[in-house]
């Protein structure tokens, strides 16, 4: 079984703070790790994916699998990231690709 | 390229009707999956298409059934609505193989149930 847990569902910081969302995950094959955002009024989208290690928005996420988690952070957070975002996770295999979400958690940057 | 579209935007249906939504995937994309999300949850996987056939399951009931065409459009039908079914139904594209997880979503289609 695969699984994903966001233990938050809300974390409030002002612009400029430093911002880590938890992920932590169970998977028994080889997991991929995203993390999709969805803004205000606008659809879901992949804002990373742990095998590109790359920087998105100046969030970074690396995959820990002796912890299994996959935190994303930013080291100053900035109003325009206020959104939902979900950690969610498939398997390399390639046969299976569905997604699994975890509950998501609101990020809220105050000015 | 639009993206990914669904059609229609709302519905509302009566207990026990049927519902057939639609999807039309990104452009050069072959895959298509659906979502179900409920209000205060994630997304949560009800099967994927691929070559017109169901690849992958979830953990729903036979209620709901699916179908791809030719040119990777794809269809969701619930049979027999319950209350529980409302929800927000999300269709995602990607192409098949390792990249799978990599899913471009549509805006949904919010169906309630009365």
């Known amino acids: 079984a695969q699984r994903v847990t966001q233990p938050e569902k809300l974390l409030s910081v002002f612009k400029g703070a430093p911002v880590e969302l938890k992920c932590n995950y169970s998977?028994?094959?080889?997991?991929?790790l995203f993390w999709y955002v969805q803004y205000s009024r606008q659809r879901l989208q992949l804002l990373l994916r742990?095998?590109s290690r790359e920087s998105i928005k100046g969030f970074t996420a690396d995959l820990n699998k002796g912890e299994t988690s996959f935190h994303l952070k930013k080291p100053f957070a900035q109003e325009e990231d206020s959104a939902m975002y979900y950690c969610a996770l498939s398997g390399l295999e390639g046969a299976n690709s569905k997604l699994t979400f975890g509950k998501g958690i609101t990020l809220s940057v105050r000015p | 390229d639009a993206g990914v579209t669904q059609s229609p935007t709302h519905l509302i249906k009566t207990r026990g009707q049927q519902v057939t939504l639609r999807c039309s995937p990104k452009s050069g994309h072959d895959t298509v999956s659906w979502y179900q999300q409920a209000l205060g949850q994630g997304p949560q996987f009800i099967f994927q298409?691929?070559?017109?056939?169901?690849?992958q399951r979830g953990n729903f009931p036979d209620r709901f059934s699916g179908h791809q065409f030719p040119n990777y459009s794809s269809e969701l039908n619930v049979n027999a609505l319950l209350l529980g079914d409302s929800a927000l139904y999300l269709c995602?594209?990607?192409?098949?193989?390792?990249?799978?997880?990599?899913?471009?979503f549509g805006p949904g289609t919010r169906l309630t149930v009365t």
């Open positions: 298409y691929y070559e017109e056939e169901e690849r």
């Open positions: 995602a594209s990607s192409l098949a193989g390792p990249s799978g997880g990599e899913q471009y």
């Open positions: 998977y028994s094959g080889s997991p991929e």
């Open positions: 742990h095998i």
